[in-house]
């Protein structure tokens, strides 16, 4: 009997055993990570400051593109112009004033150079009536919020361009990439939470698209900006967040050749 007794109080003490070593852990990263917060850049409610760039486009019909391109830059009007977050890229002007000129076609960019898109500041190949923007073959197969964060950088170029052309464009071929990136952080922070939720998602389980990889990186930018500065403290952060994008672009070896002697 009391060898019974024994057994059993031996198998409940290693049992009890068990339960500490492989259970109370996890409960106390539960507990620990139970309250993180999202990450700002895609979640949290900051104030943007607007920000004001006149295009001159002379179309007053757009192009017809692809179906995916007319998604994607649907949705890049649909969440600049008319969002119930609180953020507006554009009080005037802005892509609503190129939206008519932007012809968005497929390309070998990422093979050729080693970029997702681009503009070419070419006067010889866009102008006021005519802005193309190139996008890499791979994003046959991206669905139209990664298209769509692509295109907000490069259409922040194609204004660029036109500022240029009018005379206006005073920034470094490093302060374009830098106004661009900026451009392109806001446009996902403007994002429903649905579309949200798809980024996350996908960033969280290591997803391979290098859309994905910039929109991190971009996050950790801003994630270090606020926490330095505070989310009330806009002109500190903001001055931060861009110093911190700058050094990223200006230590990149792709923007070290494409600006060198610009």
Same mark, same amino acid.
């Given at each position: ?45 900051? %104030?943007?400051?607007?920000?004001? *760039?006149?295009? +001159? ?5 757009? #192009?017809?593109?692809? !179906?995916? &391109? ?19 890229m554009f009080t ?53 919020i990664l298209t ?16 240029? %052309?009018?005379?206006?464009?005073? *920034?470094?071929? +490093? ?5 661009? #990136?900026?451009?392109? !952080?806001? &446009? ?27 929109i991190k990186n ?45």
């Amino acid at each position: 009997m009391w060898q019974y007794i024994k057994f059993v109080l031996a198998a409940v003490g290693f049992i009890s055993i068990c339960i500490i070593i492989f259970f109370l852990p996890n409960l106390f990263l539960e507990a620990k990570y139970s309250n993180v917060q999202p990450t700002p850049i895609l979640t949290q409610e900051i %104030l943007i400051p607007t920000m004001r *760039l006149r295009g +001159y486009c002379n179309r007053s019909t757009p #192009y017809k593109q692809k !179906a995916e &391109f007319g998604r994607a830059l649907g949705l890049i009007m649909q969440r600049t112009y008319n969002n119930e977050r609180p953020f507006f890229m554009f009080t005037e002007g802005g892509y609503r004033d190129i939206i008519n000129c932007t012809q968005v076609v497929y390309s070998n960019s990422r093979e050729s150079f080693g970029a997702e898109g681009f503009f070419e500041f070419n006067p010889q190949k866009a102008n006021h009536s005519y802005l193309p923007i190139y996008v890499d073959q791979n994003y046959k197969e991206a669905d139209d919020i990664l298209t769509a964060v692509l295109l907000s950088h490069e259409m922040m170029h194609a204004l660029q361009f036109l500022d240029k %052309l009018n005379g206006e464009l005073t *920034l470094s071929c +490093y302060d374009q990439e830098v106004s661009a #990136y900026l451009t392109q !952080a806001f &446009f996902i922070h403007s994002l429903n939470k649905e579309e949200i939720n798809s980024l996350e998602s996908r960033i969280n389980q290591q997803g391979t698209h290098p859309q994905l990889q910039i929109i991190k990186n971009l996050e950790n930018l801003l994630i270090e900006s606020l926490n330095y500065c505070g989310y009330q403290n806009t002109n500190c952060w903001l001055d931060r967040f861009k110093a911190n994008i700058s050094n990223m672009v200006s230590s990149n070896q792709f923007y070290q050749e494409q600006c060198k002697g610009r």
